[in-house]
């Protein structure tokens, strides 16, 4: 059976990916130097990437526990990986001698783990659904 519901399908921009412009923590928009906003190019949880990564963590997790591999808590460690794996680009991010930061998984692991004003952003903007909503067709 085939449903139109167009305005409730997440999936396709959570694929493509939305853009998240980005705070300080007083709530200031955070501004290159040359003054434009530095913004994060996110995928949502409806994303193939986000449910295969959170998938492999899922049987990873069953895998330690059926081996009896203790109780460790790598619940931070996949947040971090899963938000990363989300992260595909971004704009106006800027190196300390003001060069533009190139992106990669790495980079952006840099980035969360160094500023978790940020990695708080990006966690709550791609678990929000409506982030990645099309735009409204009523005129």
Do not use: H
């Not at 300390?96 to 903007?125: C, H, M, N, T, W």
Request: charged share 30%; hydrophobic share 40%; with cysteine.
């Amino acid at each position: 059976m085939d449903f139109d519901l167009p305005s409730a399908d997440t999936r396709p921009q959570a694929e493509a990916g939305m853009d998240l412009a980005l705070f300080d923590a007083r709530g200031n928009p955070l501004l290159s130097r040359d003054g434009k906003r530095v913004t994060l190019k996110l995928l949502g949880t409806d994303s193939k990437t986000y449910r295969t990564r959170q998938r492999a963590q899922f049987r990873r997790r069953l895998a330690e526990q059926a081996q009896n591999k203790g109780a460790a808590d790598d619940s931070v460690d996949d947040g971090l990986e899963l938000i990363v794996a989300c992260t595909v680009g971004w704009d106006n991010l800027l190196d300390k001698a003001g060069k533009p930061v190139e992106f990669s998984a790495e980079a952006a692991r840099k980035l969360y783990e160094s500023f978790p004003v940020i990695y708080d952003q990006a966690d709550l903007f791609i678990a929000n659904r409506a982030n990645f909503l099309p735009a409204s067709s009523v005129n």
